[in-house]
């Protein structure tokens, strides 16, 4: 074989390396971004689950202290939960908050209760407070059960 044809099939060889090592090191990189990318996001998932934690465990506080309407507390209380332990909404004692929130999710709230006529409200308020009545201790006792769950 001449001399010159080696020389350009070492050339070409070299250059193909050249190119496979290139195209190696674009994917190395991209996948450590990828990586570096992926752990800052189960970071953020982390932390905002433990907020809801916290926010739950907030909740239930203020419902054992008597500082929250038991309505509102199912209302955000389910709104948490369904983000982080949506099983537990259908366990004892935690399916009172589903219930709760079930019976009063038609009512209207913040500026579509103000721009209510002041007897539907009214009339909410008496179906509110029902409903309240009716649930209060399973509520009391859902709240201290969740307060002391443990989030795993």
Do not use: N
Not at 31 to 38: D, K, N, Y
Not at 41 to 60: C, V
Not at 131 to 141: G, N
Request: glycine share 2%.
């Amino acid at each position: 074989m001449p001399r010159g044809l080696q020389l350009v099939i070492i050339v070409i060889g070299l250059v193909a390396i050249g190119i496979l090592l290139y195209y190696i090191w674009r994917q190395a990189r991209a996948i450590s971004e990828h990586r570096l990318r992926q752990k800052k996001s189960e970071e953020f998932q982390a932390k905002r689950r433990d907020e809801m934690i916290e926010s739950i465990r907030i909740i239930a506080m203020a419902v054992e202290e008597d500082q929250v309407e038991y309505s509102e507390a199912c209302l955000r209380l389910k709104g948490l939960l369904d983000h982080v332990a949506p099983d537990l909404l259908e366990k004892s004692p935690f399916r009172v908050f589903q219930e709760v929130h079930d019976k009063i999710q038609h009512m209207p709230t913040h500026r579509a209760r103000q721009a209510t006529d002041t007897r539907f409200v009214e009339k909410m308020d008496k179906e509110r407070h029902a409903v309240e009545q009716a649930h209060s201790d399973e509520v009391r006792r859902a709240a201290t059960a969740i307060r002391h769950h443990r989030f795993d």
